[in-house]
Structure formats: structure tokens, C-alpha cells
């Protein structure tokens, strides 16, 4: 059983890393869509992909191909399980790439957020409150606090 175990264990790895690659692949080829803008409105999760720029800047900012390799697992790794997590709350998610622009409705007008120098991000919004770029390692305290807290005014 045990070698069961590890041998699921590793085929879960290997594909990760098939994955990882076919990722790694996407941003070189520059398959994503060109710059786009979206103004937001309602209720939305919007994930934040790195641009080809933001890729390239990880590289150059990483110490070693090694380092590089670590940040972009972790950012994969921890974006699968909030997307796996947020795919049960039944909420409008959005997928865009960092060299877009995204503005919120605030106030009744729309803000411009910076998502330039994000990497496998998440933003929580929701209509009379501020977007928030969220810490996706801890994404249900996250969907906790943002979506489900109501703030009560003291009398």
C-alpha cells in the first residue's frame, strides 16, 4: 500500500510540474491576449496572472534559475488550492494578466487598482467596499473576513 501511496504521490508531482512547464511555455510564447481594461462592478474575484514583463522581472529579481523556479511553484501551488477553494463558493471569478488594467466601481466612480507588479494574485470586490488584494496562503480567513464580515455601526 505504501508504495501505492508514494507512487500517486509522485504521478500528483509530475503533473504539477507538467503543468508548471506548460505555464512556463505560455508566458514565453506570449500566448496570452493583448492589454485589455475591465471595469468591475459587482461581486468578483479577480486572479492575477503574471505578464511576460512581470515573468521576466522574477528572473532577473531571483538569485537562481532554482529560486525562480520556487517562486513560481509556490504562486502556482497556493492559486490552485484558492481557485479549488473558491470554485465551491459559487462566486463570479475573473482571470487577467498583470499588464492589464482593472478599475473598481467606488463612490460611483471608477478607480483604477495597480495589478502591474502582481504574480498569481487574487482580489476580492464587492460593491460598497474597496477592492483588496488578498494573502491567498490563507485564502478562507481571507474569504471570511472580506465577503461574510458585516461591519455593525455602535450607537
Do not use: C
Not at 505504501?2 to 514565453?28: C, E, G, P, Q
Not at 531571483?62 to 459559487?90: C, M, P, T
Not at 460598497?128 to 494573502?135: A, F, G, H, R, V
Request: glycine share 2%; net charge positive.
Amino acid at each position: 500500500i505504501s508504495s501505492v501511496v508514494i507512487s500517486l504521490n509522485f504521478l500528483k508531482m509530475m503533473k504539477f510540474k507538467l503543468n508548471l512547464f506548460a505555464l512556463l511555455l505560455l508566458f514565453t510564447f506570449n500566448v496570452l491576449p493583448a492589454q485589455k481594461t475591465l471595469n468591475i462592478k459587482e461581486k468578483t474575484v479577480v486572479i492575477v496572472m503574471p505578464s511576460n514583463d512581470r515573468i521576466n522581472q522574477l528572473k532577473k529579481e531571483s538569485a537562481s534559475e532554482d529560486e525562480f523556479s520556487v517562486i513560481v511553484e509556490d504562486g502556482l501551488y497556493y492559486l490552485d488550492q484558492a481557485k479549488i477553494f473558491l470554485k465551491k463558493k459559487n462566486i463570479k471569478t475573473i482571470k487577467i494578466n498583470s499588464s492589464d488594467h482593472i478599475k473598481f466601481l467606488e463612490n460611483g466612480r471608477f478607480k483604477k487598482f495597480n495589478i502591474k507588479e502582481l504574480s498569481w494574485d487574487i482580489i476580492f470586490y464587492m460593491p460598497k467596499k474597496s477592492p483588496k488584494q488578498i494573502d491567498i496562503t490563507d485564502i478562507e480567513n481571507e474569504f471570511q473576513k472580506y465577503f461574510l464580515t458585516i461591519k455593525t455601526k455602535r450607537l
